[in-house]
């Protein structure tokens, strides 16, 4: 029979059904356990039980000394008192048997067996010591452990969080990774502060243990003695046995766990497998280990000593370090090696040199002092190159513009930590980095007095700052700082350079390829506009003049649709970026929206707009207000107080004009105030609240 082809059977292998269905059998698993503190049990089903309890005990470890970070095992507090639970089910379980039939198993009684040896003091002090063991170093150490990681992860958890923003800010992760990071030092602080909580249950579960072996001692006893007609000596040796083996059925599964929990907190900054970094560790200094073979030869030829064990462990220690010393030895030739091929490769050649790569000029290009060199380099842990890339891409994203590639080169003549930024190869801004120092700064406020280190200032926005140790980090952190390393800082500061000066790094080319770019998609577009009605370079100069005033071009199309339907009236550039601007109304208004979606600015009074638009005139510099200097030096003198109130009161003023005089009174403003935008009311979207916070009038000037 053939089954038609909607009609899909979906077949599942029973370890996929279970594997779909997991949450139902976690909570199957709770009811059993909470049966079995109630139901009594066959005693092979409480054997299975109880090797069930060690094999995940052990499985548990094992696994805590495989994973390199420890939100690879989130879950383990929640584990740990799933496990305390089934344990002390067990021990209920168990406790029931030895009182009620004197007999708890094969398990039970084989551990008991083994463990006392018809010697019950001795079963005794040995299950004493494993709990006092597990109760007094183990779980109180990772309990303590886990107490001060929680508290110093929520210390450093600002800290931390701003250094996040402070990377994406600089463009070295994108948003998903910013926000996975938020995520990942959210859940490692729940963590700890789960961790701590849980080291509670393995205390309670110690003690628990301890009082149930009283009772099965004593009860057991009493039942044998009253009720099974036993005497002293054998109830003392049935229940004592039964009593010790279950003790120790269930408190070597509890150490097992409290180790694991232990081994988890510890390793809080492990980089790879316990086991992995162990031996990279500790056999990374071959002579400690030869000379520890030399301690453990003196102590074998000493008089008294049993000289076995120390000469063989001397031996063995000795082999040892004799390998590894070769090893080492034989990296090193390799690495002189490698180092002579790159001299070969990189020694100056014999033929002419051609000097016309002398006559390029970079768009944009940085140079660093000799101490700043490392930081481009791979090999030695140096990332710049590749947040350079991120820079360029984060200028893609947020200016729509593709930037030429960005090179770096040494300049001995600089300071050693200096560098410098050159657009054109004019030197734009240059700043000082300390190569293995990290950049502390409070962007809120003063440094603390507690933090010492080299005073400086950011080189991007000239705040005070310390260049502090890696090993201090942590600790400015707590005090309210944001650290940052020193290629972030000069990131930051390039990001910086490239948004004031993007609009001289948008070259002719560059705006040539974003033209061809469109033109896959759409082509009418871009052969109705170029060459036809506007050329390449007039394209430019709009885009240059959006993104002179931080406007970014990503809607090119937008763009183009605009200036093709302009420019057939008109080839002033002036007039083809208001319109240009207009077109954008959406984008200049998200860029202004403060709180509440509110637009707050300062307007022009009427007279005052007619005087400027009554004094306009074209210029070489475009079209111009002419007016008399004295009064436009009181103009910008009272706008200036204006700007300075409305910022007082945690406002980022914008200021608001008609469309003919924007871009002559943004002109004109740009000498005296270049970081207050000038928008006329047509770039505001009819529907976003507009609230005046101020008004400069005729009287100011």
Known sequence: MNIPSRFTINQKSPWQLLMANTDVLAGVAFILVVAIIIIPIHTIMLDFLLTLNIAFALIVLLTTLFISETRHLNVFPSLLLAATLFRLALNISSTRLILSQADAGDVIDTFGDVVIQEQVIVGMIIFIIITVVQFVVVTNGAGRVAEVAARFSLDSLPGKQMSIDADFNAGLIDEEEAKKRREDLQREADFYGSMDGASKFVKGDAIAGIVIVLINILGGLAIGMLQMDMDFGGALDTYTTLTVGDGLVAQIPALLISTAAGMLVTRSTAEGSFGEEVTGQLLSYPKVIFIAAGLLLVIAILPNFPWEPFLVLASGCGLLAFILMREEKQKTVEVEEEKKKEEMAAAPSTEPEDFSSLLKVEMLEIEVGYNLVPLTDAERGGNLLERITAARRKAVNELGI????????????????????????????????????????????????????????????????????????????????????????????????????????????????????????????????????????????????????????????????????????????????????????????????????????????????????????????????????????????????????????????????????????????????????????NEILPQVKVEAVGVISEDES
């Open 402 to 681: 593709i930037l030429q590639p960005i090179r770096i080169r040494d300049n001995l003549q600089l300071p050693p930590n200096h560098y410098v930024i050159k657009i054109k190869g004019s030197e734009v801004t240059r700043g000082e980095l300390r190569n293995g120092y990290m950049l502390a700064l409070n962007p809120e406020g003063e440094l603390p007095e507690e933090l010492s280190g080299i005073s400086t200032r950011e080189p991007t926005f000239q705040l005070p700052a310390l260049w502090i140790r890696p090993d201090q980090k942590e600790r400015a952190e707590i005090l309210g700082c944001t650290v940052v390393d020193a290629p972030t800082v000069l990131i930051t500061h390039l990001n910086d350079i490239i948004n004031r000066y993007s609009y001289e790094l948008l070259s002719r080319q560059a705006v040539k390829d974003m033209l061809d770019t469109v033109k896959e998609n759409q082509p009418a577009l871009v052969e109705e506009l170029v060459p036809d009605v506007l050329s390449v370079g007039e394209v430019q100069k709009v885009m240059q003049n959006l993104l002179r005033e931080g406007v970014p071009v990503h809607d090119l199309v937008t763009i183009l649709e605009t200036l093709a339907d302009q420019g057939k009236s008109t080839r002033d550039t002036d007039v083809l970026t208001e319109a240009a601007r207009e077109s954008l109304s959406r984008v200049i208004t998200s860029m202004y929206l403060g709180q509440e979606d509110m637009l707050r600015v300062i307007t022009v009074d009427p007279s005052l707009e007619n005087v400027i638009a009554s004094s306009l005139q074209n210029t070489s510099q475009g079209t111009m207000p002419v007016m008399d200097p004295q009064r436009v030096q009181k103009l910008m003198e009272g706008l200036s107080n204006l700007v300075e109130k409305v910022r007082g009161r945690g406002i980022s003023p914008v200021i608001i004009t008609s469309p003919k005089i924007r871009l002559p009174f943004r002109r004109l403003l740009e000498r005296f105030l270049p970081d207050v935008p000038v928008i006329s009311i």
